[in-house]
């Protein structure tokens, strides 16, 4: 049996990363020299494999011309729906219900312009006040283009604790005047999972349909959108599947939905063999491409294509277990090296309902982020006192977690964030 001083020294983390099984893929990464990335929930990291495949499409640009819409490795034309099929697993989904689109915001624009049809009866819709708030400005801008009062017709479910939602607070404000729901699949700040299963349930037995914001789920968690029924979701995927900055969204719609008329339609919304005859009358494809509107972004798309190589041969399942044996390890060295400090850990502690990050408190924490950073440690500041630290599955490892909290204890014994003003930068 393991003595438990023994778990708190950097010759134990050294030995769980000798017999981690996904250690290999670190060298798969760029690592940027001398430092510890702690940020992979806002930006992945860029992986060699993602650097291959931006190329390979700048090379089929380079020496097929407009022919690179229909030739090559990676025709163009095909592109979204084609890496749509690749990400499905990902999602518990079916080929023909994902699609590499937009953004996070414009995606969720589509969405709720397509499936939220108010009525007399049923006319508002349900989220939550601790959601990203691009989420809470799309919903507010699709009730003004309907006509309808935001302060009215958008009802927000409260924290009790400002970091949770309580799910059974989120189901009895399913009321008959609710049409539709968007909530996230993890809340960004504490990392709590909610029950997407359960929730889409309960929504359906009360006839609304519901959608969820997989940003910070997508890569980290699996999921098994089909099965559970979701009618449709929406994400980035530039944090834990490393697509890059800016790199183009995702977006999920159930196949019972398809061969509806798409809310905001556009050229790409088109059947593939009608889309160049030219038609003033749209024919929408009938799956998610749909959903799409413009042309694909393709070498924004292109890191991602050698990104999902990895996922596919990994395994979502083998990235969770990492990722819940990372997490909860920063925990226990948390509670046994800062205990004398005022950090409060504000994620759910089981680990059936916690994401891939950990987020803390501290009354300091804009002046202890930018000590970290100091240190060659780069964690995420969120206002107005917290601390996201998101060790990556494919890319850290465990004895970086124990040097982060190392490091974090000798910041806080010596005093080293005063040195800091307590204020964010530009972009936390």
């Given at each position: 049996?393991?003595d438990p001083?023994?778990?708190?020294?950097?010759?134990?983390?050294?030995?769980l990363?000798q017999?981690?099984?996904?250690?290999?893929?670190?060298?798969?990464?760029?690592?940027?020299?001398?430092?510890?990335?702690?940020?992979?929930?806002?930006?992945?990291?860029?992986s060699?494999?993602?650097?291959?495949?931006?190329?390979?499409?700048?090379?089929?640009?380079?020496?097929l011309?407009?022919e690179?819409?229909?030739?090559?490795?990676?025709?163009?034309?095909?592109?979204?729906?084609?890496?749509?099929?690749?990400m499905?697993?990902?999602?518990?989904?079916?080929?023909?219900?994902?699609l590499?689109?937009?953004s996070?915001?414009?995606?969720?624009?589509?969405?709720?312009?397509?499936?939220?049809?108010?009525?007399?009866?049923?006319?508002?819709?349900?989220?939550?006040e601790?959601?990203?708030?691009?989420?809470?400005y799309a919903?507010?801008?699709?009730?003004?283009?309907?006509?309808?009062?935001?302060?009215?017709?958008?009802?927000?479910?409260?924290?009790?604790?400002?970091h949770?939602?309580?799910?059974?607070?989120?189901?009895?404000?399913?009321?008959?005047?609710?049409?539709?729901?968007?909530?996230?699949?993890i809340?960004?700040?504490?990392?709590?999972?909610?029950?997407?299963?359960r929730?889409?349930?309960?929504?359906?037995?009360?006839?609304?349909?519901?959608?969820?914001d997989?940003?910070?789920?997508?890569?980290?968690?699996?999921?098994?959108?089909?099965?559970?029924g979701?009618?449709?979701a929406?994400?980035?995927?530039y944090?834990?599947?490393?697509?890059?900055?800016?790199?183009?969204?995702?977006?999920?719609?159930?196949?019972?939905?398809?061969?509806?008329?798409?809310?905001l339609?556009g050229?790409?919304s088109?059947?593939?063999?009608?889309?160049?005859?030219?038609?003033?009358?749209?024919?929408?494809?009938l799956h998610?491409?749909?959903?799409?509107?413009?042309?694909?972004?393709?070498?924004?798309?292109?890191?991602l294509?050698?990104?999902?190589?990895?996922?596919?041969?990994?395994?979502?399942?083998?990235?969770?277990?990492?990722?819940?044996?990372l997490?909860?390890?920063?925990?226990?060295?948390?509670e046994?090296?800062?205990?004398?400090?005022?950090?409060?850990?504000?994620?759910?502690?089981?680990?059936?309902?916690?994401?891939?990050?950990?987020?803390?408190?501290?009354?300091?924490?804009?002046?202890?982020?930018?000590a970290?950073?100091?240190?060659?440690?780069?964690?995420?500041?969120?206002?107005?006192?917290?601390?996201?630290?998101?060790?990556?599955?494919?890319?850290?490892?465990?004895?970086?977690?124990?040097?982060?909290?190392?490091?974090?204890?000798?910041?806080?014994?010596?005093e080293?964030?005063?040195?800091?003003?307590?204020?964010?930068?530009?972009?936390?």
């Open positions: 049996m393991t001083n023994t778990t708190y020294t950097r010759e134990y983390a050294r030995e990363d017999k981690d099984p996904l250690a290999s893929y670190r060298s798969e990464f760029y690592l940027i020299e001398q430092m510890i990335y702690l940020d992979g929930n806002s930006l992945g990291l860029l060699k494999r993602a650097e291959k495949t931006l190329l390979e499409l700048l090379h089929s640009w380079k020496t011309g407009i690179g819409w229909t030739e090559g490795d990676y025709p163009w034309f095909y592109l979204s729906e084609s890496l749509g099929e690749k499905a697993p990902l999602l518990g989904a079916d080929r023909e219900e994902v590499i689109t937009g996070t915001t414009s995606n969720l624009h589509q969405l709720v312009a397509t499936f939220f049809k108010p009525d007399e009866k049923k006319n508002k819709i349900l989220a939550d601790l959601a990203f708030p691009t989420d809470i919903l507010q801008s699709q009730l003004k283009l309907q006509g309808l009062d935001p302060q009215e017709h958008l009802f927000k479910v409260i924290s009790a604790d400002g949770t939602i309580d799910e059974e607070v989120i189901i009895d404000a399913m009321t008959e005047d609710i049409a539709l729901i968007v909530l996230p699949s809340l960004y700040r504490s990392g709590q999972i909610l029950d997407m299963e929730l889409t349930k309960e929504a359906h037995n009360r006839d609304i349909l519901i959608g969820f997989l940003c910070h789920s997508i890569g980290a968690i699996p999921h098994e959108l089909s099965k559970w979701v009618d449709f929406f994400w980035c995927n944090k834990h599947l490393n697509g890059g900055p800016g790199a183009v969204g995702g977006l999920y719609v159930n196949q019972r939905h398809f061969g509806q008329q798409p809310g339609a050229w790409f088109s059947k593939k063999e009608k889309q160049f005859d030219m038609a003033h009358e749209l024919t929408p494809a998610a491409g749909a959903f799409q509107m413009g042309t694909p972004h393709v070498l924004s798309i292109a890191p294509i050698g990104s999902l190589s990895m996922f596919h041969e990994v395994g979502i399942e083998k990235i969770r277990t990492k990722s819940l044996r997490t909860s390890y920063m925990l226990e060295l948390i046994q090296k800062l205990k004398e400090y005022e950090f409060k850990i504000r994620n759910p502690k089981e680990e059936k309902n916690r994401g891939g990050h950990i987020f803390l408190e501290h009354p300091e924490a804009a002046r202890i982020c930018k970290l950073k100091a240190n060659q440690i780069i964690p995420d500041f969120r206002s107005p006192n917290g601390i996201r630290l998101a060790p990556v599955a494919l890319y850290n490892t465990f004895e970086e977690v124990w040097l982060t909290i190392d490091k974090l204890k000798q910041i806080m014994d010596e080293q964030y005063k040195k800091f003003e307590n204020k964010r930068g530009v972009v936390a």
